[in-house]
């Protein structure tokens, strides 16, 4: 990877490799921009195959969290952290304290929490190293069920949009990833009366949603070409690609994962000629880092549920200025998200904000 070439392509501020020899601990921590605040994105631990691949990942990581702040109205910039190892690791205290310390070096311009990979508890470890950490098992915690809500409230949108009702009654949900956010979906979305098809690389979580919701169960391989409604993505990122796009069967891809365009441009496109909508997934996800501002801003777990509420007209907003401005539906998401960057970055600074000696 040219990696001065990617990051001023894709105008990070930051980005720092870390290691730790007594513990092993390798990790990657990317800010990508901070207009609205310090830069705020969990810690992904993840096997990586090389290290161009973690340096990849990174990065776009990073400039969705300030997407994703930026549209959900948060005061919050974006970045991400990654640690390269294997999950699970038997070494985790000394890995997340390690963790811990390299975030504290950089003064609160990055704060960290919970993602794939990582839990509220691995986030106690390294608050014992920096306060620059939110989503603790004692605080806001697993930040998951106010993700699932978000997703859950854009699929409703979606279906208003397409059909004229946010009901998804009757409707087949396609569940791809049945992590903490993915059963909480599945559960919300059975609740609502939705038919779900699952999948997931653990057989156990696939046997465990079957039992408690009634979904049927397919393979990670024929996920993609079963035939439904609604396709949620809830695994990893770049899933939507040359390979799966052609074998979806469904009419809105609304899910919980990250980045799951692989190339947003071309692969946006390539879903709208199937006439597929597609629910950026930043806008459609934001629950999580709406959990996670909460502790930071003191708010309650029934605000936080509000906030996320709100979803549902952010995603309709995109709907709308993709229609009037005939773009694709992730373009007209950066463009809710840029026309907040660029309105408080022009905001004039008043002085004096406090004494300053010297």
Known sequence: MRLFESIVEQGHEQVV???DKASGYKG??????????PALGGTRLWNYRTEDEAFFDVLRLA??????????????????????????????????????????SLGGRYVTAEDVGTSPSDMDYVRMETDYVAGLATKSGDPSPVTAHGVFRSIEASARWRWGSPSLAGKTVIVQGLGHVGRY???????????????????????????EFGARATTDANVYGEKGDIFAPCALGAIINDDTIPQLRVEIVCGAANNQLLDAAKHGEALDKRNILYAPDYVANAGGVINVYSEL?????????????????????VYAIAKEQGILTYLAADRLAERRLKAVGSLTRTWPQWPRKG
């Open 17 to 19: 490799t870390c290691f």
């Open 28 to 37: 990657i921590i990317a800010i990508h921009d901070t207009t609205l605040g």
């Open 63 to 104: 400039r969705g969290m300030t997407y994703k702040n930026a549209v959900a109205g948060l005061n919050l910039g974006g970045g991400k952290a990654v640690i390269i190892a294997d999950n699970p690791s038997a070494n985790r205290e000394l890995i997340f304290r390690a963790h811990g310390r390299f975030v504290e």
């Open 297 to 317: 801003a003191g708010w309650s777990s029934e605000r936080s549920l509000r906030k996320a509420d709100e979803i549902f007209d952010t995603i309709l907003g």
């Open 185 to 211: 979906l599945c559960k919300e979305l059975h609740e609502a009366g939705a038919k779900l098809v699952v999948a997931d690389i653990r057989q156990d979580k696939v046997d465990q949603v079957v039992k």
